[in-house]
Every structure is written in C-alpha cells, then in structure tokens.
C-alpha cells in the first residue's frame, strides 16, 4: 500500500510569486485535504477536495487554490506570495464513502515552503 | 464548535519512566478524537484514534490513551518512554460537517516531549 506523498520537499519563493505543490493520495483514498503548519504551531486546515470539487474550507482567502484530478491526485496553489505564507504544507488522504466521511487522515511528509 | 486543549507546551521525562500528555476536549456531539506525532522535520504520524467504542485506546509503540466523556478529556500515556519517543505531539478533533459530507480535522497547539537520558 503506498502512502501519502509530496512534492517538492522544500520550497523558496519571493513576496509576490505563486506557488503550486502537489499531493499523490494513498492507495485507495478518494479525498484529500489540505492543512497549513506555521511554524511553532499545529495544523490549520486549508480545505478538503472530494470528485474534483473543493468540499470544504477553511478561514484562508481566495489567493488559495487547489486542484483534485481523477487519480485523486491533488494541487495546492498560492497566488501572491505573502511572507506569512511561509509554512510547512500537508496534504492528507481519507476515504469518503457515500455521504459519510471516514474521519481517519494520513498525511505525507509535508513542503516546506519559504517566502522571502 | 469543535475544539481540543493540550494542557502542557513542555513535558520532559527521563528514559523508562511514565509519559502523560493531557487533552481536554470540547465537542457538540460524540467526538472522533485522535492523537498524532510529529518527529522534527516529519510529518504527521497516527499514533491512535478513539471513535465511541471502547474508551481506552491502544496505539502504536505502546502509547494509549482513555477516553473520559464526564471529564471531557483524551490525555495520551506510555508506560516507559524511550529515547526515541521524543517529538511533538497533536491532539486532534474530528469536525464533520454532515450535509457536505466535509471532514476536517483540528489540531490542539502541540506538546513538545522531551526525554532525558
């Protein structure tokens, strides 16, 4: 069973620029979310993708983007790099069956992402 | 609305003896709660999750944790830690948002473990 996995592992960027980091789910799961990581502090979820369609969202402004494709692989893309973007970016991948979301997510590795 | 509380920033504990993590939670309904590690540098690694069937939980590398509802707590233990048990740790609610089927998780801010030699 393969696992959760991103790329790149690090990123560095300047103020302005955009971004786009990629997420490969595990085996077998068919949504995914992402979760921004500030440095110091714990995961705050971006938004979680399910059929190609964004499924949920968190307190992030529009200049965060993403991508599902029909291998449930996924993208993250930030437009106007700010410095406060700078962070460790998670991608996770859970189940979603019928209407019932498996409330079970593994994540990868993470991109570390460095705004100058 | 959904919420965790980690009630240590800091733990340091020396090699063999007992580890406790504390989580006190807040939820609207019975919860899905999760504890997960995160080695520096690394991702986020399942150690164990609770989802309203047996109270105490056992994880992985000997790590479980009890569920309290009359205390609202999920507090995370080991009997003897070792060396390499030295990371950060999550405590983590599951919020669902049933009607558009979203699943997203919240984080507590973490507990850094330190383990003395």
Known sequence: ETGVTQSPTHLIKTRGQQVTLRCSSQSGHNTVSWYQQALGQGPQFIFQYYREEENGRGNFPPRFSGLQFPNYSSELNVNALELDDSALYLCASSALIGMRAEDTQYFGPGTRLTVL | ?117
């Open chain 2, 1 to 117: 609305a959904q919420s965790v509380t980690q009630l240590d920033s800091h733990v340091s504990v020396s090699e063999g003896t007992p580890v406790l993590l504390r989580c006190n939670y807040s939820s609207s309904y019975s919860p899905s709660l999760f504890w997960y590690v995160q080695h520096p540098n690394k991702g986020l690694q399942l150690l164990l999750k609770y989802t309203s069937a047996a109270t105490l939980v056992k994880g992985i590398n000997g790590f479980e944790a009890e569920f309290k509802k009359s205390e609202t707590s999920f507090h995370l233990t080991k009997p003897s830690a070792h060396m390499s048990d030295a990371a950060e740790y999550f405590c983590v609610v599951s919020d669902r948002n049933y009607g558009g089927a979203t699943n997203k998780l919240i984080f507590g801010t973490g507990t850094l473990l330190a383990v003395q030699p």
